[in-house]
């Protein structure tokens, strides 16, 4: 009897929802089991780091690799994964482009550490911050360093396939599970490396059942301070929904929902910097010549930077701003 | 020579962890370190960010509860609005939240906590997992906890707009309302959770509470430490995961303190320690003393057994009636027991389903006034409700236009970190003394000692492999390995 | 001090139909303008995708200039309305991205303006030498070694 291929799920820098999406393919997850063995996946089983250090290069046939490269813990799995694995899947926004933990490359990352530290609530009257070895009384004990910036998997590693979402829609974890159980028996290949997988090839604004007109912004809303048209384009109505750059595959849940696409499902095939195409979208359909009028609607964008690069922020270009790398001048 | 062992890193809790457990000459355990690694700075990267966005941004920061971070956000972000939603969003959002936690106890339950009581912490490592539940209960049963995790995340979804990080709480309220149908779904769906959560205590009574030895593990003096309880009560003092003033109990069950949410800063403070990333907890007017129990110590604990300690019933009948079995069983109020919050979890899930069927046939419930415009300025507010873990506090600050300026964030399961390093600590001790050589069933119950505490995500997959391999290095302090053990 | 003065990297996107014939015409004049600005002819200042400019400072300019035809002269209409509009909100972001609102610069030049275009050039040159330069990294290193993270003297 063949032994059933390996299969592992990591979590570096990441919330757990990736996780959670992978439950919720309900019954699917019984396939998985079935045709594969679960090697490696903190959150369901015991297997520790040293297990996946003495395993064989290349063992583990497939990995999904979830959360954000934030300090040398993360960055040394990625590695390690990568070495052990045939098939390295960046799976979720963290993976594939940093998401909301990539938010911290706005700053110094030794303001992350000490806002934790000096809340209202913490009692710190020392001014004490972690240390990443620390001498106890007993023996000496370690945490890991945080790098200076959020990385994406493939900026540490050699990526096999990407897969957008925060977290990957579970219908889209399904049909991949089931697409790489066939190639496990030979019924289907495995699409060109470095493809995006579980995602459509359009943007949301595809899916989006709302009625889209031309566009002519005259403003920009608040999402609490109109009466909003469940039925007309949220863009349209003013709401900043980032539609237009953003990865169709979600079915377009939030703006069905009444709430703007927040861009969770990444870039559109084909863009290299997701921020730079939405703000060229919006830019596009603000309806005014002169720059005056031009400002006075681009002011009710509070939050530019937020707004562009809320999950793409690590994986664009710029990759983080200024305070997080500029040495201050002596 | 100190003998050192790791295990790292810790399974099936959210996020990350590692014990460091070191040993003294006689090879007693001379201290515990329960380390938490990680820091990604929400409490920072937050700032110039929308309030509104909030209840979208802190979704992340959990992706098993994203329902508690985003309810909380929704409540602090009306309340820096100063606009109180209309009833039929409060209706919404708290079904919505019933619905959730139906979900995430169930799968703590079946998944997590389950295992290690309906197999036994020494049974094989092979069949101490949800598999070994399922061949133990039966196929249909394996079927029911599916459904169970399917329903409650389809009501997520109804109300919510999405299953993982849910979308339409904005300040004022919501931005969408259910239609009758809907409705319909979700009170059918909730007929069923009542039923499944009853037969999840059943499956307790008679699998856990009908073996002597399981029963002699839960009173034992081994998990059992005294300290505060936390949890929410509405007006009559009865448990509310959504709604209500935080109210304290000492270690005798007597009323300690009993706050609105928005003064918790006068009564929670966060200690410090330079070997972990997470801050510990503590009673400001008991005063942090150290890893120590009891009424002098300002350490206190979160979680379903705070919840019920801290309240004085449950509001729904069947729940309620469940609640009183369980302080008879277990000798009165409160129950110091941590291998007792499984039991207490259950109760939840019990509350939890009522709840859910209660809300979801208010007539109010599918009433298109699901959204009010905030008129009022912009400034400071506090949201919080009850995560599954823990109380869960966020409070925001935020300019004249409503821009995010500061956060501070007390996480529910934070609440319990201390009291969690306590129980590995005392665990550890008890397990791994002079002359016993470290066995792999010793090394499971010292996982038992923070499993119980459901820390975040208590999610595992509906299947398991049959092995739950642990390794073990003990080193010398020089730093060779004496000795490797492992499980396979 | 050092002696060596600092030059400016900046590129400049032109368009086909105004600005770049009035570089043409400031060369061909033989009028002075600074060496720094490298010129990247778009057939439309519309057709400057925000990326362009991302990936300039990203890949080591100190400065980006932005150049078309005056509002109304557009060859292809309005699309340097288009060029407006995204001028003004990537300078937003580019602003809290930390990187400073003058070294991103758009200006009109119509054919005939060669003597205006080589002096908006220089102007530009010297605003950016004062803001000195950006060298975005490639490698993002340790600010310092986490001091924050110091021993805790008992």
Request: with cysteine; charged share 20%.
């Amino acid at each position: 009897m063949t032994a059933k291929p390996k299969f592992a799920m990591y979590w570096a820098a990441s919330c757990g929802g990736c996780e959670i999406a992978v439950l919720n393919t309900h019954e699917k997850i019984l396939d998985l089991d079935a045709n594969f063995d679960v090697v490696f996946w903190p959150v369901a089983m015991d297997a520790k780091y040293k297990d996946v250090e003495a395993m064989e290069d290349g063992s583990i046939l497939l990995t999904l690799f979830n959360g954000g490269i934030r300090n040398d813990e993360n960055e040394h799995m990625a590695k390690l994964l990568r070495q052990k694995s045939k098939i390295l899947v960046a799976f979720g926004s963290c993976a594939t482009e940093g998401c909301i933990p990539g938010l911290a490359n706005l700053s110094d990352v030794r303001e992350i550490i000490s806002t934790a530290f000096n809340t209202i609530t913490t009692d710190n009257p020392n001014g004490i911050y972690p240390m990443t070895s620390y001498d106890m009384p007993e023996g000496e004990i370690h945490i890991p360093t945080l790098l200076p910036v959020l990385k994406t998997l493939d900026q540490v590693v050699d990526v096999d396939y990407f897969m957008p979402g925060c977290p990957p829609e579970s219908q889209q974890i399904a049909a991949v599970i089931d697409l790489v159980i066939q190639v496990v028996h030979g019924k289907a290949e495995l699409p060109p490396k470095g493809t995006v997988i579980g995602a459509g090839n359009s943007t949301v604004c595809d899916e989006c059942k709302r009625t889209r007109n031309v566009k002519v912004i005259k403003s920009f809303e608040r999402i609490w301070n109109i009466a909003q048209d469940p039925a007309l384009c949220l863009l349209e109505q003013g709401i900043p929904c980032n539609g237009p750059a953003t990865r169709s595959g979600c079915n377009a849940r939030c703006p069905t929902a009444g709430a703007q696409c927040i861009g969770c499902y990444g870039p559109a095939e084909g863009v290299v910097d997701y921020g730079a195409r939405l703000i060229s979208a919006f830019a596009s359909v603000i309806d005014a010549k002169e720059p005056e009028e031009i400002d006075r609607i681009l002011d009710g964008l509070v939050d530019p930077i937020g707004q562009f690069y809320r999950f793409s922020l690590a994986g664009s270009l710029l990759k983080a701003a200024v305070p997080a790398w500029k040495k201050e001048k002596a | 020579m100190t003998q050192h062992i790791t295990i790292d890193p810790i399974t099936r809790l959210e996020g990350h962890g590692k014990i460091e457990i070191f040993l003294n000459d006689e090879g007693d355990v001379a201290n515990t370190y329960f380390q938490i690694p990680e820091l990604r700075g929400f409490e920072r990267f937050c700032v110039g960010r929308p309030v509104e966005e909030m209840p979208l941004l802190t979704n992340r920061i959990c992706g098993v509860c994203p329902e508690a971070h985003h309810m909380a956000a929704a409540k602090a972000a009306d309340a820096v609005y100063h606009i109180d939603p209309p009833h039929t969003a409060k209706l919404l959002r708290e079904l919505l939240y019933s619905a959730f936690y139906f979900t995430d106890h169930t799968t703590h339950f079946y998944a997590l906590g389950g295992p290690d009581f309906v197999m036994g912490p020494d049974a094989p490592v092979a069949e101490r997992n949800i598999l070994g539940v399922i061949h133990k209960v039966g196929l249909e049963t394996g079927g029911k906890v599916i459904q169970a995790r399917k329903f409650g995340h389809n009501v997520v979804e109804i109300i919510g707009g999405r299953k993982v990080h849910p979308c339409t709480s904005i300040p004022g309220g919501l931005t969408k309302g259910i239609t009758e149908d809907e409705r319909k779904q979700i009170e059918e769906m909730g007929r069923w959770a009542i039923e499944f959560a009853q037969f999840s205590l059943k499956l307790f009574n008679d699998i856990v509470l009908g073996n002597k030895q399981y029963v002699d593990l839960i009173l034992g003096d081994f998990y059992t430490h005294h300290t505060y309880y936390m949890g929410t009560v509405d007006e009559n003092n009865k448990s509310n995961f959504y709604n209500g003033m935080v109210r304290v109990v000492d270690p005798d069950g007597k009323e300690f303190a009993k706050y609105a949410p928005k003064d918790y800063a006068e009564h929670i403070a966060e200690h410090v320690e330079p070997w972990t990333y997470l801050k510990f907890p503590y009673l400001k007017k008991v005063g942090w003393k150290g890893f120590v129990d009891g009424k002098d110590s300002g350490i206190y604990m979160a979680t379903p057994l705070s919840r019920l300690n801290a309240s004085e019933g449950m509001a729904t009948p069947r729940a309620q009636e469940e609640y009183e079995r369980f302080y008879s069983t277990l000798g009165g109020k409160p129950v110091h027991q941590r291998l007792a919050i499984h039991w207490a979890r259950l109760v939840e899930l019990l509350y939890a389903a009522e709840r859910w069927v209660e809300l979801a046939t208010d007539p109010e419930i599918t009433s298109p006034n699901f959204h009010t415009i905030p008129t009022e300025k912009p400034t400071e507010g506090v949201g919080c409700v009850e995560a599954p873990r823990g109380t869960l506090t966020h409070h925001y600050w935020t300019d004249e236009r409503g821009i995010v300026t500061k956060v501070n964030l007390v996480v529910g399961t934070t609440n319990n970190y201390a009291p969690m390093s306590m129980s590995i600590n005392k665990a550890a001790r008890s397990l791994i003394t002079k002359g016993k050589v470290v066995t792999e069933g010793m090394l499971n119950m010292v996982e038992m000692a923070f499993r119980a505490y459901d820390p975040c995500f208590g999610c595992a997959t509906h299947s398991l492999p049959g092995q739950m391999p642990l390794e073990v290095t003990i080193r010398d302090a020089k730093g060779e390995t004496i000795e490797v053990l492992k499980r396979d | 001090m050092s002696n060596e003065k600092f030059e400016p990297v900046i590129i400049g996107f032109t368009c086909n139909w105004c600005s770049y014939r009035a570089a043409d015409m400031a060369g061909t004049a033989r009028m002075k303008y600074a060496p720094n600005v490298r010129l990247i002819r778009l057939m439309c200042s519309g057709r400057l995708d925000p990326t362009f400019v991302m990936k300039a400072f990203a890949n080591g300019a100190d400065g980006v200039l932005i150049t078309g035809c005056h509002p109304g002269d557009c060859h292809y209409v309005e699309q340097n309305y288009k060029a407006l509009r995204r001028f003004l909100l990537l300078r937003r972001v580019l602003t809290q991205m930390g990187i400073e609102a003058g070294r991103l610069k758009l200006f009109w030049a119509s054919a005939a303006e060669g003597a205006i275009f080589a002096a908006e050039i220089n102007k530009f040159v010297e605003e950016v030498r004062a803001l000195g330069p950006l060298t975005w990294p490639t490698e993002f290193q340790p600010i310092a070694s986490i001091p924050i993270m110091q021993e805790v003297t008992a």
